[in-house]
């Protein structure tokens, strides 16, 4: 049974840096991409970016500039940083795990099938 | 572009069907997939692939794709399903995943 466990900080000051880890159960680390999603408050979820067991990533634009994940393949956890935080980073952080289908015919699938519980981050002075 | 639109919101008697829409351009090459979304939880996954649903999920979901538009239909929408509804694809030119904006389902 896959799980996924996070934990991290919930009460920043704006510019400080956001942390979060991610810790997997019951899956094979090594063969699929670690997700970061978010959601503010009443609003849509938002994509934050990727890495796989190698370290490789992937970022949201919108993000890119501010974010780092990383990942301990040996622990089976990755982990996200976001810098400079402000109030517009008040939101609950999930992380998940994507799998991934190709088929020959050049059409894909990519799906989120396990979350962690998610982690609401509130920023106020 | 590499968004995903969905209507706002959307309502249907209990036990009828009703079909939730998403729309963009990544969904000519990428099969969506559908989160569930009650208050305080974590999305669920209801539908992913082609149609397919992950194992506990009623069968009475699935979900189509047409051109630029991917469906979800509930056929014998049930009071449990009031929630929100997410699509999900990747914009493969852009590298970057996209969610569309949500549906909020309500069950009258």
Redesign the interface.
């Known amino acids: 049974q896959v799980q996924l466990q996070q934990w991290g900080a919930g009460l920043l000051k704006p510019s400080e840096t956001l942390s979060l880890t991610c810790a997997v159960y019951g899956a094979s680390f090594r063969d699929y991409y670690w997700i970061w999603i978010r959601q503010p408050p009443g609003k849509g979820l938002e994509w934050i970016g990727e890495i796989n067991h190698s370290g490789s990533t992937n970022y949201n634009p919108s993000l890119k500039s501010r974010v780092t994940i990383s990942v301990d393949a040996s622990k089976s956890q990755f982990s996200l940083n976001l810098s400079s935080v402000t109030a517009a980073d008040t939101a609950v952080y999930y992380c998940a795990r994507r799998n991934r289908v190709v088929y020959t015919s050049g059409w894909s699938a990519e799906y989120f099938q396990h979350w962690g519980q998610g982690t609401l981050v509130t920023v106020s002075s | 572009s590499s968004e995903l639109t969905q209507d706002p919101a959307v309502s249907v008697a209990l036990g009828q069907t009703v079909r939730i829409t998403c729309q963009g351009d990544s969904l000519r090459?990428?099969?969506a997939?559908w989160?569930q979304q009650k208050p305080g939880q974590?999305?669920?996954?209801v539908i992913?692939?082609?149609n397919n649903r992950?194992s506990g999920i009623p069968d009475r979901f699935s979900g189509s794709t047409s051109g630029n538009t991917a469906s979800l239909t509930i056929t014998g929408a049930q009071a449990e399903d009031e929630a929100d509804y997410?699509c999900?694809?990747?914009d493969?030119s852009?590298?970057?995943?996209?969610?569309?904006?949500?549906t909020k389902l309500t069950v009258l």
Request: proline residues 7%.
């Open positions: 090459r990428y099969y997939s989160y974590a999305p669920v996954l992913y692939d082609k992950p997410y999900n694809s990747r493969s852009a590298n970057l995943v996209v969610f569309g904006g949500g």
